[in-house]
């Protein structure tokens, strides 16, 4: 709550000020948020559909056996890009599409390199500060990564220049590699299995203008002597810290989580000890971060080689140590596939892809599998509370289309649409689709700063009242419990409960009347 009553006298009676209402009136005893011009709104909350664009084929061809599908956003242009392997000679491709609405079409697709080296060990990553998308890619086993602008609209991507990570290559073309932009260091740091099946972790910068672009390379770390499969990183807000994990062959396939701490002079990485997150992660594994939750969210398949077993746990980082929450089951998943084996594509065949995306304004990850039912492309919405993981009910985002072998997914915080960019099974035949997706979800203008206080009356559209502010008392309100702390909520009600985000209205000191007493 803004402390304006600092500036009165002391005594309830005089915890009021006169406030313009900002021009669509205040309805009696209802809290209200300041703007940016002094004038007030009451506190209220949008709610926005889910809505689901039809998936277009941009592709007839099928993708190879092995490949990376991997996008992002360029938040500069305001263009979508994923990476793909040409279908006939197998060289890395960068493709730019653009969304109207809930339809995406197809701007350029362009060869970075010309080899066939690189399966499914590629990715990118958009570097907010310099505008630039991030490629890593291999050439005749050698590990490259290229800085990429991206034109107006998606009209052309252009390599700017290219250098090596000074490394070997990739372990086995199955594994995946990854990619995450550190906030606070301003390094892109990959993820990949090495030559020699190792962990192996290395950190990027691109800095300059196009036409005189470098990139900066850090000293790679092997962060761990064991073989491993299936890596996978976040980057950490509330610790400004990167999180990787990956699968121990050695260790009777335990899933492991190291902290890494990027050093943003050099861009030199330190890992602390691993631990241990599953010990049962068999099949691939996904992570990502939920900064409403301030945890990280990881989904990943378990049981036998040929199992639809699928697990999720929320991951706690704090002063260097790990605490993880209880696991949510396949069975917590309404609906989901658990038939068939997943042993023909690097992460799924004709129609059991599988990826996760947090989506920050609805404050869920959102897992794409496919249904029990039918070969359609499915979405579960997993919140988090604490270390407590919940799972929505089943989200059918497109019943006509047999969906989808590999899935890159993508989101737009412009329209808060994701892209989902997949090799799909239709009508018999592979070819490569892309679908816009948008869940459902709640905004308000509530925020703690914002809170100033609650209507003594009705105000009308643009004119001036009385706000009773932090240290007055708000009479003729009903039903409140006396003696206990409440807080005000998205939709401009009054809880017990914190809603989100967790604004303090008050203690209640009788069954009608609330004590404004804010943070206190």
Not at 51 to 70: H, R
Not at 247 to 268: C, M, P, R
Not at 316 to 329: D, E, N, R, V
Request: with cysteine; charged share 10%.
């Amino acid at each position: 709550m803004s402390n304006l009553s600092d500036l009165l006298p002391a005594g309830a009676s005089a915890k009021q000020l006169t406030f313009t209402d900002s021009g669509s009136g205040i309805t009696s005893k209802k809290p209200v948020v300041i703007e940016s011009d002094g004038d007030v709104t009451q506190v209220s909350e949008t709610t926005t559909s889910e809505s689901a664009g039809t998936p277009a084929q941009y592709s007839a061809e099928q993708l190879p056996t092995y490949y990376g599908l991997w996008a992002g956003y360029d938040t500069n242009v305001n263009v979508h890009f994923w990476s793909a392997s040409n279908a006939s000679n197998y060289y890395p491709q960068f493709l730019c599409a653009t969304l109207s609405g809930s339809t995406f079409t197809l701007q350029s697709t362009t060869n970075v390199l010309s080899n066939d080296q690189t399966g499914n060990q590629m990715v990118t990553c958009f570097h907010p500060p310099t505008n630039y998308t991030m490629y890593f890619v291999q050439e005749s086993e050698q590990n490259y990564v290229q800085a990429l602008t991206i034109a107006s609209g998606g009209a052309s991507a252009t390599v700017q220049t290219t250098a090596s990570l000074g490394i070997g290559g990739y372990g086995t073309k199955a594994n995946p590699v990854r990619a995450v932009y550190d906030e606070d260091s301003e390094w892109i740091v990959m993820m990949m299995v090495d030559v020699t099946t190792k962990p192996r972790l290395i950190a990027v910068k691109p800095s300059g203008s196009p036409g005189s672009t470098s990139i900066s390379v850090g000293t790679s770390n092997q962060i761990f002597t064991d073989t491993v499969k299936y890596p996978d990183l976040y980057y950490d807000k509330s610790q400004n810290k990167i999180v990787a994990g990956y699968t121990d062959d050695n260790q009777s396939n335990k899933f492991y989580l190291h902290e890494i701490t990027v050093n943003a002079s050099d861009g030199s990485l330190s890992s602390g000890t691993r631990v241990v997150l599953s010990s049962d992660a068999q099949k691939y594994s996904s992570m990502v971060y939920d900064e409403n939750a301030e945890r990280g969210i990881y989904v990943g398949g378990s049981g036998s080689a040929d199992a639809n077993a699928y697990q999720a746990m929320a991951i706690q980082l704090s002063s260097g140590s790990f605490t993880i929450g209880t696991a949510l089951a396949a069975s917590d998943f309404a609906d989901i596939s658990t038939t068939g084996g997943e042993t023909v594509r690097s992460r799924g065949n004709s129609s059991r892809g599988r990826a996760i995306i947090y989506h920050p304004t609805a404050k869920a990850t959102y897992f794409f599998y496919r249904f029990q039912a039918a070969a359609y492309l499915g979405a579960w919405a997993i919140t988090c509370s604490g270390n407590t993981l919940t799972a929505s009910t089943s989200i059918t985002t497109s019943a006509t289309t047999d969906q989808r072998a590999e899935i890159g997914l993508s989101y737009d915080p412009d329209t808060e649409y994701l892209g989902i960019f997949s090799n799909a099974y239709v009508s018999s035949a592979h070819s490569q689709y892309f679908q816009a997706f948008r869940p459902a979800y709640s905004t308000t203008n509530l925020t703690a700063q914002a809170f100033v206080g609650v209507a003594d009356s009705a105000i009308s559209a643009s004119a001036a009242g009385s706000i009773i502010v932090q240290g007055g008392t708000v009479s003729g309100l009903s039903s409140l419990t006396a003696g206990s702390k409440y807080f005000v909520q998205p939709d401009g009600t009054f809880g017990t409960s914190a809603g989100s985000p967790s604004v303090n209205a008050g203690l209640a000191i009788s069954t009608t009347s609330l004590l404004l007493n804010g943070d206190s």
